[in-house]
């Protein structure tokens, strides 16, 4: 999108701020003067960390590794949270304030390093920056893919105004239950709003996902399902509503990597989460995907995600498959 193009978007985004609807929660608070919304965030983002991460699907870490930028805080507060460090510790990431302009720096480092691309880790509470800090990259040189990496509890609005800025949509679809959501992530809502945010990305992208010469996604939608202990997540009716609702050719990336932190690993409301999802519950969740005739994507495999899979994840070794090579 050039310049001209995408400056107004920037504005009309950044004119969320003043009274923030930038999410489903809609606080109403002005960042733009100082006042902090309900997800802790205020006018500057916030960025935890960023490098190259080869964790991810491989084709998007590829072989020189997905540029991704960790904001900190977030609009959920899930109990469970693997990054909840950096996600739900406000006061301690106040430290970690950026300007726009070095945000954009970032950005040009990572393409300097070889990434493939640049995704922005928990985006939905800093839309508006992470669109200004687009702009500001893109005329000096920034010519990598988007990828907005979100938990889908995200404003229709705000996405319409991001299409043509993102190129890829990684959203995760973390619950079918409205209770679930609120019990275990402290919103209300979840999959009404998650469900929208989705087709309205699915809207923008379509089911192809779009790869270059060499294997990379350059354009698509691919939705990530977390296989949660004793089916939190309603992980069938998740599958139902997108084979019936978006189509069996829209690709999904089922997860294995589910272990016991935060306040799930401790705290007795949240027993259901306390142990690691077992062998037979992923393998039944594998094979929801041939039942139901999910096409596309890929999936974790369950031995190396249970060894070694952690937020940090670094090792070139990539622990996903290609669905098709499950069927």
Not at 73 to 79: D, G, I
Not at 275 to 283: A, D, G, I, L
């Given at each position: 999108m050039q310049a001209k193009t995408l400056r107004p978007r920037v504005e009309a985004l950044e004119e969320l701020?003043?009274?923030?609807?930038v999410c489903p929660k809609d606080c109403g608070n002005d960042r733009i003067a100082g006042e902090i919304a309900a997800c802790y965030s205020g006018r500057l983002p916030v960025v935890s960390s960023y490098t190259a991460h080869f964790g991810e699907e491989p084709c998007l870490s590829g072989t020189r590794g997905a540029g991704n930028i960790f904001f900190g805080?977030?609009?959920?507060?899930?109990?469970y949270c693997q990054n909840h460090q950096i996600s739900q510790t406000w006061k301690e990431q106040k430290a970690n304030e950026v300007s726009h302009e070095r945000l954009a720096e970032m950005m040009l480092e990572l393409q300097s390093r070889g990434c493939h691309n640049v995704g922005f880790i928990s985006p939905t509470h800093f839309a508006p920056q992470m669109a200004r800090t687009i702009l500001l990259a893109a005329e000096q040189g920034f010519n990598l893919p988007i990828v907005y990496n979100t938990n889908a509890y995200d404003s229709v609005a705000v996405l319409r105004l991001l299409d043509g800025i993102v190129d890829i949509y990684l959203p995760d679809l973390k619950y079918a239950d409205a209770a679930a959501g609120f019990q275990y992530s402290k919103v209300r809502d979840y999959p009404t709003f998650a469900?929208?945010?989705?087709?309205?990305?699915?809207?923008?992208?379509?089911?192809?996902?779009?790869?270059?010469?060499?294997?990379l996604l350059k354009r698509g939608l691919l939705i990530r399902l977390l296989v949660l202990p004793n089916d939190i997540a309603g992980l069938e009716e998740n599958l139902r509503w997108i084979r019936e609702e978006l189509g069996p050719q829209t690709a999904v990336s089922l997860m294995a990597q589910y272990y016991p932190t935060h306040k799930a690993a401790t705290d007795p409301r949240y027993i259901l989460l306390s142990?690691?999802?077992?062998?037979?519950?992923?393998?039944e969740a594998a094979a929801l995907l041939e039942d139901l005739g999910i096409e596309e994507g890929f999936m974790q495999e369950y031995e190396s995600a249970s060894h070694y899979y952690r937020p940090d994840f670094t090792d070139k070794e990539k622990p996903f498959k290609d669905i098709r090579d499950f069927q």
């Open positions: 701020l003043r009274s923030c609807t805080n977030c609009n959920l507060r899930c109990v469900r929208a945010a989705i087709k309205e990305m699915h809207r923008q992208m379509g089911s192809k996902l779009n790869f270059d010469a060499g294997g142990r690691r999802t077992s062998e037979r519950e992923w393998f």
